[in-house]
């Protein structure tokens, strides 16, 4: 307690001294430094922005997790990482075309980061480039190296698209007609 009244008054006498005046006062001695009680939560200068995006994320806020990862590209640079984050928040919000342009800048900088190549191919799979996205999903999966369950679904999914198109197709070109003969009588017939 005396340390910290002996420190509230070094204080005020700096505060009160002489603007023009160019003395510094010493460090304090290391007896008369005051430590942080036990419990008490010490504030750093700068809060990972990214974390606090994504936990605003995870909160349902992707405008504020925006906003804290335009934050973060500002004190980190436009990382993979970053931009990633930004495109996360953007596809979240329904703007599909800048996400995709956001995930295909990280990867540009890092063509093996896996969070941008998964995201990429769900915007892929949300614009119905099945084929494209199922490539994208392909090299998540050998840069993971299969660990992530959610790659893994997300490159199934994309298969399973590939093949109902290409089986819907077969299907509309050689699909069985009915024609009416007669009076609740229906026959099927095939294209040529």
Known sequence: MRGLIIL???????ACGDANDDRRLDPLPQELEVAAPQGTVVLQDTVDQLLVGDRLMDAGQPE???????????ERGLTPETLTAIGAANLRLGRVGQAAQQFR?????????????????????????????????ELAFAHDSGQSDAIRENLRRAIARIKNIIYSEENNQKSPGLIRRGEGVYVLFAEP
């Open 64 to 74: 504020l997790a925006l906003r804290a990862y335009y934050r973060a590209a500002g």
């Open 8 to 14: 509230i008054g070094l204080n005020l006498l700096v």
């Open 105 to 137: 800048q990280a990867l540009e900088r890092d063509a093996a980061y896996v969070p941008a190549l998964n995201n990429l191919g769900v915007v892929l799979m949300e614009q119905g480039e099945f084929g494209e996205a199922r490539r994208v999903f």
